[in-house]
């Protein structure tokens, strides 16, 4: 039997680009993005949803059909529907998250964007969403696309990460370096 683990990134990339050359054709790469995200979303905020995603206890029919309700509950297109069956079938859902990341690193390449990751403290609003990717576009002088997280640990503030580039800005950042600064001045 597969394992129900995190799946390997190039796994994930091969996941996602099958699912590319499926909606490709039929003109539905944007629609089959935004069933993705609202997937991802909800894996974010469901706790049920991250359980079913990621217990191997639960027999793979069951998750399987668990997910598939999930996907037609947000009303996803047809592509994305069978893909979340398929990947179900074959063991999968445990990186469902990470296929659809791999997936939307894929369509942002395809398109000429570049992809920031943002980890915040809490989720942003649309307002704050739209100032940070108009910020990233004007300075990496292209369409950059978020990859958004979230990560309690962080306290506030926000850490980018765009190509190579590393922005800490997080509290938890700061209050780490004003630990240091006071133990060599002790």
Known sequence: MASEASIPSELADRYAVALYDLAQPANALDAVAEDLIALKAAAAESAEFRHLLSNPLIPRDKK???????AQRYETSPITHRFVGTIGRFGRLSALVQIIDAFANLLARRRGELVADVISAKPLNDSQRQTIERTLTGSAGRNVRLNLKVDPRLLGGLQ???????????????????????????
């Open 64 to 70: 399987t059909a668990g997910a598939v309700a999930v």
């Open 160 to 186: 980018v990460k765009l190509g190579s580039r590393l922005v800490d800005a997080s509290l938890a950042t700061k209050l780490q370096r004003l630990r240091l600064a006071m133990k060599g001045s002790a």
